[in-house]
């Protein structure tokens, strides 16, 4: 029976550095500045993959330092969840959005953001604009002190836009969602090059169906 221990401690082990694997899911490990999942990477400012204890990270330095993909991971998505392993870092900018989903040729768009409050803890800000809809979740009540890795989603179902930080739900709202089609994606900062991120992205991962949280991504 020593086999069958060995195989259920090294599924415990992936769990909590990879989460739970989804046949339908595509990840973004942060760790090239090159080529992300087979998507050319274009690089601006001084970005830096460094080490972590799970694996290779972005940093940024909250100036001028970002990463932008042609490609929109959820295109053709009604539903959906978005993750994403970070890091913020004190001395940051008050307002950052550090990762932006942005159709072309309209202004429909998914995006986390960060606030920074005294320099000591940072709350979760995410955004949805689906044709006319605009919903933000701006969780002010649920504020994080800065230092340790967060996991933070964006949760889509055929109703509602939530959000949660460490599989924990801190809002949500009623959203009729469209599915967005081609675009880009920035990450680090917005699409236009405004409110940058001082921190480290180390994974993210995209599911086309809206997860609970004890299906999302562990390792942080």
């Known amino acids: 029976m020593n086999w069958i221990r060995a195989t259920m401690l090294l ?8 989460g739970c694997a989804q046949n339908d899911d595509v990840v973004w490990n942060m760790d090239s500045l090159t080529v992300i999942d087979g998507h050319n990477v274009t690089v601006e400012g001084d970005p830096k993959v460094i080490d972590t204890p799970f694996g290779g990270a972005i940093e940024f330095d909250g100036m001028d330092d970002g990463i932008f993909l ?4 959820l295109e053709g998505m009604t539903t959906f969840t978005v993750e994403v392993i970070f890091k913020p870092y004190a001395d940051g900018a008050s307002e950052q ?15 986390f953001e ?9 709350f979760l800000d995410t955004f949805i604009k689906s044709g006319e809809q605009k919903v933000t979740l ?3 009540g649920h504020e994080h002190p800065i230092g340790p890795w967060y996991h933070a989603a964006i949760v889509v179902d055929e109703a509602s836009f939530s959000h949660f930080v460490n599989g924990n739900l801190e809002l949500v709202q009623e959203l009729e969602y469209a599915a967005q089609q081609s675009g880009k994606t920035s ?12 921190g480290a992205i180390r994974r993210v991962r995209f599911t086309p169906r809206a997860l609970k949280p004890d299906e999302f991504l562990g390792g942080y």
């Open 114 to 122: 960060t606030r920074l409050l005294r320099n000591e803890f940072w």
């Open 187 to 198: 990450l680090g900062v917005r699409l236009n090059k405004v409110h940058w991120f001082k």
């Open 97 to 111: 959005r550090f990762f932006h989903m942005q159709e072309d040729r309209t202004d429909s768009r998914v995006m």
């Open 70 to 73: 042609d490609v929109h991971p």
């Open 11 to 18: 599924s415990f082990a992936c769990l909590a550095t990879c």
């Open 138 to 140: 701006y969780a002010s």
